[in-house]
Every structure is written in structure tokens, then in C-alpha cells.
Nanobody
Framework: QVQPVESGGGLVQPGESLRLSCAASGIIFSMMAVAWYRQAPGKQREVVASTWVGGTTYAESVKGRFLISRDNAKNLVYLQMEGLKPEDTAVYYC?????WGQGTQVTVSS
């Protein structure tokens, strides 16, 4: 079974940047939809960004600040996050096809 593995989370101050990475193996990665979700304490998990052969979408709250990209040759997915806000604090999850990673914590605080 595919197990995506996220990395790159951490504690940053408002306005700073982070890049999350998600790695997976054992799959035909280039043909699969990939997405980043997040879940803040007490809130439902929400999709942040997704990309597939047909296009890319972003949640309204992150448009213009976050960028999802993929390196099919390396089976990697990235989420570049700029201008981070305290409300971006959450556990961020990578989803590749129907497979979820364990999540990585992002905390934005001064």
C-alpha cells in the first residue's frame, strides 16, 4: 500500500514562508491526483490545494499565497506557503490518489 510521507512543517512567524514536501513510492505517480489538506484544532479537515492532469485548484483562503507543484520524476509533491498567517496553523496532510500521509504540523505564531 502507498504511504505518502510529509515533511517540512515547523514553527514560523506571521509573514514567513515554509515549503512542505510529500514523497511516495510504488505507484504510477504521474497519473494520480495529489492534494494538500489541513486540519486545525476543533475544525474539519479541508482541502488546501490539489492538482491533477486536468488542472489545479486552491482554497480561497490560500489563493495567491500557496503554490502546489509536483516532480513526477522524483515522486514528490510540494506546497510552497508564503505570507503565512496564524490562521494557517494546522496539521497538513498529503493525499495521493486515495492514500493519506500522517501529517506535518505547521504553526504560525509570533
Amino acid at each position: 500500500q502507498v504511504q505518502p510521507v510529509e515533511s517540512g512543517g515547523g514553527l514560523v512567524q506571521p509573514g514567513e514562508s515554509l515549503r512542505l514536501s510529500c514523497a511516495a513510492s510504488g505507484i504510477i505517480f504521474s497519473m494520480m491526483a495529489v492534494a494538500w489538506y489541513r486540519q486545525a484544532p476543533g475544525k474539519q479537515r479541508e482541502v488546501v490545494a490539489s492538482t491533477w492532469v486536468g488542472g489545479t485548484t486552491y482554497a480561497e483562503s490560500v489563493k495567491g499565497r500557496f503554490l502546489i507543484s509536483r516532480d513526477n520524476a522524483k515522486n514528490l509533491v510540494y506546497l510552497q506557503m508564503e505570507g503565512l498567517k496564524p490562521e494557517d496553523t494546522a496539521v497538513y496532510y498529503c493525499k495521493i490518489g486515495n492514500n493519506w500521509g500522517q501529517g506535518t504540523q505547521v504553526t504560525v505564531s509570533s
